[in-house]
């Protein structure tokens, strides 16, 4: 009998954690923020295979703009990103680089994200071919930080990115997760 009252009152329990609720998690929705044309005209530092994870590359940021509705700028000549390539082809991307707006206010962007697809696509891109981002993956996530008050929603704000290659530039349309 101890073990059956023992037994409701766990399943109470857990029925309790898992209370029906009027509410439901919003739906996430997509908003605009910008398009960024990224410029990696610069060479390609290879510093092989540095871990279990891969091939480290670091590849210079030397400019670029971004336009939007509410921030339009350039992107300063001083990241890069400190890319990982596995064995499969899968590049990790984590970028890290500057953003000066055109009223002056400096942001500082990071960015995670993967770049993977056939073992055909991937050696087209390497050679700087112009290939239909719809035959390969890349997607980023964005985190933002600034001091600037104008910019300040940037510090609190969840963006993700869809992104290509072209050339010796990286674009991508950049959305704020509502």
């Known amino acids: 009998?101890?073990?059956?009252?023992?037994?409701?009152?766990?399943?109470?329990?857990?029925?309790?954690?898992?209370?029906?609720?009027?509410?439901?998690?919003?739906?996430?929705?997509?908003?605009?923020?910008?398009?960024?044309?990224?410029?990696?005209?610069?060479?390609?530092?290879?510093?092989?295979?540095?871990?279990?994870?891969?091939?480290?590359?670091?590849?210079p940021i030397t400019g670029g703009t971004f336009e939007g509705k509410s921030l339009k700028g350039r992107i300063l000549n001083n990241g890069a990103d400190w890319q990982i390539v596995d064995s499969k082809g899968l590049a990790i991307i984590d970028t890290r680089y500057l953003l000066e707006t055109d009223d002056g206010a400096l942001i500082y962007l990071q960015t995670k994200g993967y770049r993977h697809g056939s073992a055909e696509t991937l050696k087209q891109l390497a050679q700087g071919k112009d290939v239909d981002p719809k035959n390969y993956y890349f997607k980023i996530t964005m985190q933002f930080e600034t001091s600037s008050p104008k910019y300040s929603w940037l510090n609190q704000t969840v963006a993700v990115g869809s992104a290509m290659r072209l050339g010796k530039a990286v674009i991508y349309d950049a959305y704020t997760v509502k």
């Not at 998690?25 to 871990?51: C, M, R, Y």
Request: hydrophobic share 45%; net charge positive.
């Open 1 to 59: 009998m101890k073990k059956v009252v023992t037994l409701l009152c766990g399943i109470s329990l857990i029925a309790l954690t898992h209370a029906a609720t009027q509410y439901n998690p919003p739906p996430i929705q997509l908003e605009p923020l910008a398009k960024f044309s990224v410029d990696l005209n610069a060479p390609v530092w290879e510093l092989g295979t540095t871990s279990d994870a891969g091939k480290r590359r670091i590849i």
